[in-house]
């Protein structure tokens, strides 16, 4: 995890701050290829987690790419089968924000939504990757809110552009590394909004599980240390349940073995929706 004022570890809910001179975890994946060379930095002091100010911990992350229908519980309520192949897409890595910070819906967006998602860090090189390959290149997982303009998916059909305004990428507040994992094969993944438990699944549900969609995505592009890949989201989002997230609402989501993600999210004062085009009408 990154604070203010440096990189930390969680030790006993405190934040150890240690001793080196990187800005944040992406940059140790770039020079690194892992995050190792931390374990044996000394410690110059710890702050109580209640007051570390986090920020996000890869930094601005070089791809962000995701994938749509992955999760059985969320492709059987469309009702068109689950699909052969992953639905992939690259969404802008200027939507990423700090932890915590308040995400401004724009004036644009009628049906913004939430979509509670494991991330994965990509720790060492992977092109053409075997699925073997892929934990071992994997510097570490956290918890992603991967939010869309559902209006806008249904408007253009591209989502790049329904996801990539400001703010609608955050990644969570810490890493979670492979070895700390329980079980790689079914780590769970929770999201709240306002408290109420809306989506509950862990990655065993997933159609593409995550090993063979990172081989599978290698063969069309590298993934370079830093690189961040949003691995879908289950059912129970708001367009599942015809209910968009609304001006104060908060979304946690929580994902084994880091912190929760807390999104909070707001409308300009005096803004409404409005109706987007991507070109003005010829008058």
Not at 55 to 69: S, T, Y
Not at 74 to 82: F, Q, S, V
Not at 259 to 279: E, K, M, N, W, Y
Request: net charge negative.
């Amino acid at each position: 995890m990154t604070t203010q004022t440096g990189l930390g570890r969680i030790e006993d809910g405190a934040v150890a701050l240690l001793d080196t001179a990187f800005p944040d975890l992406g940059a140790v994946l770039e020079q690194e290829g892992s995050l190792d060379c931390l374990a044996s930095r000394p410690v110059l002091r710890r702050i109580p987690l209640d007051e570390a100010v986090l920020r996000a911990p890869l930094g601005r992350p070089r791809a962000v790419w995701g994938v749509g229908l992955n999760y059985v519980s969320k492709a059987t309520l469309t009702g068109r089968g689950l699909p052969k192949d992953p639905i992939l897409y690259l969404a802008a890595s200027s939507a990423v924000p700090a932890p915590g910070a308040r995400v401004a819906i724009p004036d644009t967006v009628t049906e913004p939504d939430y979509e509670g998602e494991i991330a994965v860090v990509i720790g060492g090189r992977l092109h053409r990757a075997a699925e073997s390959e892929v934990w071992p290149a994997v510097a570490g997982i956290t918890a992603a809110n991967d939010m869309t303009a559902r209006d806008v998916m249904r408007s253009t059909g591209i989502p790049a552009l329904a996801k990539s305004y400001p703010g609608f990428t955050p990644l969570g507040p810490s890493l979670c590394t492979p070895d700390e994992l329980p079980d790689r094969a079914a780590i769970p993944v929770r999201t709240r909004v306002n408290g109420e438990l809306r989506q509950d699944d862990t990655s065993a549900g997933m159609i593409f599980p995550l090993t063979e969609l990172i081989s599978r995505l290698s063969w069309f592009t590298a993934l370079e240390p830093g690189d961040v890949v949003l691995t879908g989201t289950p059912a129970g989002t708001g367009q599942d349940r015809a209910c968009f997230l609304a001006d104060g609402d908060e979304i946690h989501v929580e994902v084994a073995g880091v912190l929760p993600l807390i999104t909070r999210v707001a409308r300009a004062a005096g803004s409404a929706p409005r109706d987007h085009r991507l070109t003005e009408p010829v008058s």
